[in-house]
């Protein structure tokens, strides 16, 4: 993503039994993230995708300032409008990720799905 906003956000990291929970972009505040790539096996949510690229090798995606590893499968947009996101990433890299009411905690439970 080259650029972009996210509302509500709620990532969780299991620790081994505790969660650390973060959230930011509450209200009037979304977050806002520039050249944001994700690795995910888990997406759920309502999307409207413009300018969709699917199957395309990561390493060779253009649309933003960042690429993934060789080989591995990838999908690039010009734009993406995502409702009642629930996504599980293994690894996330951004160029800039601004965090407006930014609270962090460790939890039992992580974000709810």
Known sequence: MKDGTLTNLCQ??????????????????????????IDSDDIKGNATFDGIEIGRDASTFDKADVQGP??????????????????????ATAAVFKLP????????????R
């Open 101 to 112: 009411n930014l609270h962090m905690r460790f939890d039992g439970d992580g974000c709810p």
């Open 70 to 91: 060789r080989g591995v499968y990838g999908q690039q947009a010009d734009k993406v409008v995502i409702t009642d996101l629930y996504q599980h990433n293994y690894a």
């Open 12 to 37: 969780s990291v299991d620790l081994g039994g505790i969660q650390l929970v973060l959230t930011a972009g509450g209200g009037s505040r979304p977050v806002g993230v520039s050249n944001l790539a």
